[in-house]
């Protein structure tokens, strides 16, 4: 079993709205930077967005900027993405994935999206727009 519990994905119409949820049962995430990530049919998985373990420093990706808000409630051991006006080259699995804080890690600029980076990740959830 995976570390990571993505959830929230499904069905949605263009312009609609949709929040995901990344939990963990054994592992304390107010410990580790949390990313998100997709990857949609016959591509490369990409960063989406990140957060760091405080919530100090988000990131998003150019193509969800200013639509996607990434989120965490340390308190319930969860972390959301929270996405609206979704279009539909958002059609993906969606994956959160969780890294140890380390010097060379950084969440802002063209930081947080290298996949390798990455300690923990779910099993991801789809998220299919389309009318």
């Known amino acids: 079993q995976l570390p990571l519990v993505e959830s929230g994905g499904g069905l949605v119409q263009p312009g609609g709205s949709l929040r995901l949820s990344c939990t963990a049962s054994e592992l304390a995430l107010d410990y580790y930077h949390i990313g998100w990530f997709r990857q949609a049919p016959g591509k490369e998985r990409e960063g989406v967005s990140c957060i760091t373990n405080s919530g100090g420093s988000t990131n998003y990706a150019d193509s969800v900027k200013g639509r996607f808000t990434i989120s965490r409630d340390n308190a319930k051991n969860t972390v959301y993405l929270q996405m609206n006006s979704l279009k539909p080259e958002d059609t993906a699995v969606y994956y959160c994935?969780?890294?140890?804080?380390?010097?060379?890690?950084?969440?802002?600029?063209?930081?947080?999206?290298?996949?390798?980076?990455?300690?923990?990740w779910g099993q991801g959830t789809q998220v299919t727009v389309s009318s």
């Open positions: 994935a969780a890294v140890a804080p380390r010097t060379y890690y950084y969440c802002s600029g063209n930081g947080g999206f290298r996949k390798g980076e990455y300690d923990f």
